[in-house]
């Protein structure tokens, strides 16, 4: 009894420090896309409005992270880049969505969005939370 009236004094509640506070983001997969890739001037003028996108994505505060990837087996389907969003609330979605259709290398069919929502423990840091548990 006196252990649980001391956990209550300190604030502290057993069922509380076991439910970790779960965050959501939208998580976008650039992929190629089956169009035809257009001549060299065109595909640059394309790329540049690729980018403009994405720093105009960026600017409006709803995209937080953005590159190109490659694969590390050069057998695997190749993934064009990832976007990580701000959020995965509807409105976010929504504004991602119509951005993204705006996108001139989605909108010629170049790439496509495969769109996740990615789960995390807010204020989680893997690599910070094995080195506290292994000391």
Same mark, same amino acid.
């Given at each position: 009894?006196?252990?649980?009236?001391?956990?209550? #004094? +300190?604030?502290?509640?057993?069922?509380?420090?076991?439910?970790? &506070? %779960?965050?959501?983001?939208?998580?976008?997969?650039?992929?190629?896309?089956? *169009?035809?890739? @257009?001549?060299? &001037?065109?595909?640059?003028?394309?790329?540049?409005?690729?980018?403009?996108?994405?720093?105009?994505?960026? &600017?409006?505060?709803?995209?937080?992270?953005?590159?190109?990837?490659?694969?590390? *087996?050069?057998?695997?389907? @190749?993934?064009?880049? %990832?976007?990580?969003?701000?959020?995965?609330?509807?409105?976010? %979605?929504?504004?991602? &969505?119509?951005? !993204?259709?705006?996108?001139?290398? %989605?909108? +010629?069919?170049?790439?496509?969005?495969?769109?996740? #929502? !990615?789960?995390?423990?807010?204020?989680?840091?893997?690599?910070?939370?094995? +080195?506290?548990?292994?000391?």
């Amino acid at each position: 009894m006196f252990l649980l009236v001391a956990f209550w #004094v +300190a604030g502290f509640s057993p069922s509380l420090a076991q439910t970790p &506070e %779960i965050e959501e983001r939208l998580f976008v997969v650039l992929s190629p896309a089956e *169009a035809e890739r @257009p001549g060299a &001037e065109e595909m640059q003028r394309l790329q540049a409005g690729h980018l403009a996108n994405i720093r105009a994505m960026a &600017e409006a505060g709803i995209l937080l992270l953005a590159g190109p990837t490659r694969p590390l *087996a050069v057998e695997s389907t @190749p993934a064009a880049g %990832i976007l990580v969003f701000a959020s995965a609330d509807p409105e976010m %979605i929504a504004q991602a &969505e119509s951005m !993204l259709a705006g996108d001139p290398l %989605i909108s +010629a069919g170049l790439l496509r969005a495969d769109q996740y #929502v !990615l789960f995390f423990e807010s204020g989680d840091n893997l690599y910070e939370r094995r +080195a506290r548990e292994q000391n």
